[in-house]
């Protein structure tokens, strides 16, 4: 059975929650839907908020969207614009990974000309038990040299309304991306500020040249940037 990360990807840190840690993730969820008001959710400073953020997310019907606009009382779908069809919909997109989330938070794109190539995906082979998760993060070269990062929030959505992507048969075995979309406006039950302290690869995201990267996915659309 693989047990080491594949070349080139990323694994989640250590993620072995107390009980202690458990009991106050919960009551931090439980006092945010009490009473929602679109407003921060109060996680005490000692812990992790990408622990928080995935851990509620593997207990409750939430989803992830990070945004480096901070106070939305409401998420609206835009159209997205990427090499593969699934994640070039009109919608909101969001994820059930907390590391993914905040670094969809972190990098600002409100006037920048900044390409992101990004992952996070579990494989369950075929004889073994479920490896990862595991990421990849670029940022166009010239942006990430220029400092990219901003301050922004992770919205805790309701899950009814999405539908998660598909698993992928590959040769590794079955693949599982959290990804999620909608196809409506939805009011957030609040949202967790987060800024680049909060990302735990800052310093392992990659740069890369946006024509070159274009131009190989069109001379191979299954090409995935972090093979060797």
């Known amino acids: ?19 202690r840690t458990r009991a106050a993730f919960d009551a931090v969820f439980l006092e945010l839907t009490r009473e929602p008001s679109v407003g921060p959710v109060a996680l005490p400073e000692q812990y992790l908020k990408w622990q928080f953020l995935s851990y509620i997310c593997d207990h409750e019907d939430v989803v992830l969207h990070g945004s480096c606009e901070i106070r939305l009382s409401k998420i609206e779908p835009h159209q997205a614009d990427d090499v593969r069809t699934y994640s070039s919909q009109r919608a909101v997109y969001a994820t059930t990974d907390g590391i993914w989330a905040i670094f969809f938070a972190i990098v600002d794109r409100r006037e920048r000309d900044l390409g992101t190539t990004n992952t996070c995906f579990t494989v369950k082979p075929d004889s073994g038990e479920t490896l990862g998760p595991f990421y990849y993060f670029s940022l166009s070269r010239h942006a990430l040299e220029s400092n990219p990062w901003c301050r922004g929030a992770v919205y805790l959505l309701p899950r009814a309304s999405f539908s998660q992507e598909e698993v992928q048969r590959h040769q590794e075995g079955v693949v599982s991306f959290p990804h999620w979309i909608g196809k409506a406006a939805t009011t957030p039950y609040g949202f967790l500020a987060v800024g680049p302290e909060d990302f735990p690869f800052l310093g392992e ?4 040249d946006d024509e070159e990267q274009r131009r190989r996915y069109q001379e191979n659309p299954n090409w995935r940037p972090w093979d060797p």
């Not at 059975?1 to 009980?19: A, C, I, S, V, W």
């Not at 995201?205 to 890369?208: A, D, I, Q």
């Open 205 to 208: 995201v990659r740069g890369h």
């Open 1 to 19: 059975m693989q047990t080491e990360t594949p070349k080139g990807l990323l694994r989640r840190p250590d993620f072995n929650l107390t009980p």
